[in-house]
């Protein structure tokens, strides 16, 4: 009898040992497996495993199938999910006031005067200041992930802003991209990412702005006739994790979790630009979409509405907006 009882006593100590070890951080996002968020989730989840030796596992949900863009933020706040990264324009729910938000200064049109300038975001200091803006104390800011600038998609011919008067272009929440689209003298059209591709399809929407990536890894080139390589507006992500879920870590799975963090970080930048890279060769020739090369004068116009975007900037936000545009030099 006292050979079953040591028997059960090990064999249950075993159990809670590996059930103890065995921590399985759930990661959410919204945008298709192979889109560039998706690449560095995917990347994270294997420098999470090797350097905690299995211990801990990080599921990665893509496409909004565990949370979307109006209930992700919240399941973060809540615990509910263990981390998201969500567009910088959406990060008004980790504010008090939206005026506070001062991530939505990487809205502003034309920020940076080239793809490459965007790397002047790595290390930024002026991201570290505002990583410790965020109101919301349940979460922390573990990094901020580029996928390079967004382009134009559209229906029609554009040579100007006279071509896009009164068209109905998707917009994430952000009340700098809607005071962008609108000085265009379009309509801004406010959907969730995961909405885009049917309101393409049905024509509900004209256009949209994304990453090359991002509108290749969705498809959105079967349903947009052209694709105007404007670079007019920058596409970033706020890396943010429950506090709880992280604090309650073990020391050394902890250890493990903020190495494969600072690695991934380093990383993210490569990873986005290498599939915005492909994803252009990849359009060019696939589904209906046409990538040209916007006119000078598009650029020109569109450059001078940027004045509009900086308006709806609070004090708050236009200082750090002064702050970041020097370090973009
Ligand atoms: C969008 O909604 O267009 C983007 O934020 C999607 C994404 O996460 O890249």
Redesign the pocket.
Known sequence: MKKITMLLAVMLLSANTFAEEQVVLRFS???KKGAP?DLVIEKFKSLVEKYSEGRVKVENYADSALFG?RDEMKAVIEGRVDMIA??L??TDQLYKEKSSNPYLVLDVPFLFESPDLVKKLAGNPVLDEMAATVDKKEVKIVGVWD?GLKQLSINNKVESLADLKEKRIRV?PSAVLKATIKSWGSVPRELS?AEVYNGLLYQTLDGAE?PIS?LYSSRFHDVQKYLYMTNHGY?G?AWIANKKSWDGLSPENKAAVEKAAVETNKLQSDIAATANEYAKQDVNGSGMTRVLEPSAELIKEMKSKVPAAEAVLSPVQKEFYAKLKATLK
């Open positions: 996002h919204v945008v968020k863009d969500p567009s324009s959406k996928n994430q990412y994304n991002n596409l992500y």
